[in-house]
């Protein structure tokens, strides 16, 4: 039986190369979810198997009407039932004082309230067997074994401070953006982790860690050293286990959106096999908080 899944983020890097991994499947409809500028250009390179929805994911009444729209197309028989939602899509800031349209700050709203309020609003859609894959990243350890220091660990704070620019020190300098970046990526496990206990039963949540990936669109908004250095000198990390090639991190993330690769509800898949997330990852009453606080930021709308 044939079957959507939904995937942002899959215009460049990892996603692009998932997606063409996912297309690859005869039994899969892929419903790519992107800018209109990066679907002009999709639409003559993806092949025929896949269809797009135009969202900025940094605006939540843009994701809400991306959300209905597909809602509509599944309830015409427009599109296969619907099994799978990837938010692949990430922002990495040079600062932490960006605001988006909802006044909210923007590496937040991207990398967490976006995918919170895709689930919701497609929840009651979901064919089970389905799986919800959520791009995280080894960011959220904040140590040097996992980034080679190059990113600071999150600094958890209230979702109300999170949400808002400025929560933290330095946020007008590279280093708080990095840190909204690493603290967005542990809220996003913690909400994977609230989307297993809370979703209906046959709806899985996985985050996935590709690790780090030079080479991509990440650090397009940092400065001209540092993107001199991800595009040119930090890929020969690709050698070593500290760091993933563009097209290795895309089939392992094809893998567990198609569900190659096995993973639990509430899982982390670090690149191709489930492991552990860091200790502070695993904090129920911070999850049950973020899960409330994300109810509110995307129902004001």
Same mark, same amino acid.
């Given at each position: ?6 995937m942002t983020?899959?215009?460049?890097g990892i ?10 499947r005869p039994?899969? &409809?892929l419903l ?12 003559g390179?993806?092949g025929e198997d896949?269809?797009?929805?135009a ?5 939540l009444?843009?994701v ?5 729209e597909?809602?509509?197309?599944l309830d015409?028989?427009?599109?296969p039932p619907?099994?799978g ?5 990430g922002?990495q800031y040079a600062?932490?004082?960006t605001?988006g349209?909802d ?6 709203t $991207?990398?967490?309230?976006?995918? &919170? ?12 067997p389905s799986r919800?894959?959520?791009t995280?990243?080894?960011?959220h350890?904040?140590d040097?074994?996992h980034n ?5 660990g999150?600094r958890?704070?209230s979702?109300?401070?999170?949400a808002r620019t400025?929560a933290f020190p330095?946020?007008?300098t590279?280093a708080?953006g ?5 603290t ?5 496990? &913690? ?5 297993a206990?809370r979703?209906?039963e046959g ?7 590709p690790?780090? $990936?030079p080479g991509?669109g990440?650090?397009?908004?940092a400065?001209?050293?540092s993107?001199f250095?991800?595009r040119?000198?930090?890929p020969a990390?690709t050698?070593t286990?500290?760091?993933?090639s ?12 198609l ?6 509800n509430?899982?982390?898949v670090d690149r191709g096999k ?10 129920p009453q911070?999850?049950s908080?973020l899960?409330d606080a994300?109810e ?6």
């Amino acid at each position: 039986m044939r079957s959507t899944i939904v995937m942002t983020g899959a215009s460049r890097g990892i996603g692009r190369v998932a997606a063409e991994r996912v297309l690859g499947r005869p039994d899969v &409809h892929l419903l790519v979810v992107a800018r209109e500028s990066a679907i002009a250009r999709l639409s003559g390179e993806l092949g025929e198997d896949v269809s797009y929805v135009a969202a900025d994911l940094g605006s939540l009444e843009s994701v809400r009407s991306a959300a209905a729209e597909i809602r509509d197309r599944l309830d015409r028989g427009d599109l296969p039932p619907l099994r799978g939602f990837t938010g692949n899509a990430g922002v990495q800031y040079a600062n932490a004082l960006t605001e988006g349209p909802d006044g909210l700050e923007a590496t937040f709203t $991207v990398n967490v309230l976006a995918n &919170h309020l895709f689930v919701r609003l497609l929840q009651d859609r979901f064919v089970p067997p389905s799986r919800i894959v959520i791009t995280v990243s080894d960011t959220h350890f904040g140590d040097f074994k996992h980034n080679l220091g190059m990113v600071p660990g999150p600094r958890w704070q209230s979702p109300e401070i999170l949400a808002r620019t400025g929560a933290f020190p330095g946020s007008d300098t590279t280093a708080g953006g990095r840190t909204a970046y690493s603290t967005s990526k542990l809220a996003a496990i &913690h909400l994977v982790h609230e989307y297993a206990r809370r979703l209906p039963e046959g709806i899985d949540a996985v985050a996935y860690n590709p690790a780090f $990936v030079p080479g991509t669109g990440l650090a397009r908004d940092a400065g001209p050293v540092s993107r001199f250095a991800m595009r040119y000198v930090l890929p020969a990390l690709t050698l070593t286990p500290f760091a993933t090639s563009r097209r290795a991190a895309g089939r392992y993330l094809a893998d567990v959106v198609l569900g190659t690769t096995e993973a639990p509800n509430g899982s982390y898949v670090d690149r191709g096999k489930v492991a552990r997330s860091s200790e502070e990852s695993y904090d129920p009453q911070r999850e049950s908080e973020l899960w409330d606080a994300a109810e509110r930021f995307t129902a004001a709308l």
